[in-house]
């Protein structure tokens, strides 16, 4: 018996895929058997043929191909080379060799770095000057008074006196009852 594995003969076709079959072709015996059918290869391995070795191999045929590059002549309207300047006129000063040339984008980023640390500045000096005023209207600690009446044996004639003070992280109140 053979093995699904056994070569075909020569002359025997081998059919891989069930579709390529017809009842036409085979008959309803030999659409069944299992020996026409190659058995699918595990997909974890695959298994190549061993290459067979040939004593002679034919020499392929080389073809000769000759390039050869021609010179493009230049449009009518092509821009003439500038004349060269003499030696002495051609030359720049020092001056001009000494100048340092930027890329204008070199221009926008010191730019925007001056915008940047003058905006840092001006930001500084208004919260300095916000602190100041503020010292200069509550004082140093901040404090604050008001009358108002609570309900604490206070009356309209005699209102609650209340100071209020910051000191660093604390606040402070203290209230003078009325009345």
Do not use: K
């Not at 020569?10 to 069930?18: E, F, G, L, V």
């Not at 659409?31 to 191999?57: F, G, I």
């Not at 191909?65 to 060269?84: G, L, Y």
């Amino acid at each position: 018996m053979a093995t699904p594995y056994d070569a075909p003969p020569a002359n025997h076709p081998r059919w891989t895929h069930p579709a390529v079959t017809s009842p036409d072709v085979l008959a309803d015996e030999e659409l069944y058997d299992e020996r026409l059918y190659a058995p699918r290869a595990p997909s974890s391995v695959r298994r190549y043929q061993p290459a067979q070795t040939v004593t002679s191999l034919p020499r392929p045929v080389r073809t000769h191909i000759q390039v050869t590059r021609h010179a493009i002549p230049q449009r009518a309207t092509a821009q003439r080379p500038a004349r060269q300047q003499p030696p002495s006129l051609a030359r720049p000063s020092p001056r001009q060799q000494s100048a340092l040339r930027l890329h204008w984008l070199t221009w926008v980023g010191v730019g925007m770095v001056v915008m940047l640390c003058g905006w840092v500045l001006i930001t500084l000096l208004a919260a300095w000057w916000h602190g100041e005023q503020d010292d200069l209207h509550y004082g140093r600690p901040r404090t604050f008074q008001i009358d108002a009446v609570v309900g604490h044996h206070d009356s309209p004639a005699h209102p609650s006196h209340f100071i209020a003070q910051h000191l660093g992280t604390h606040y402070y109140v203290i209230e003078l009852a009325g009345g």
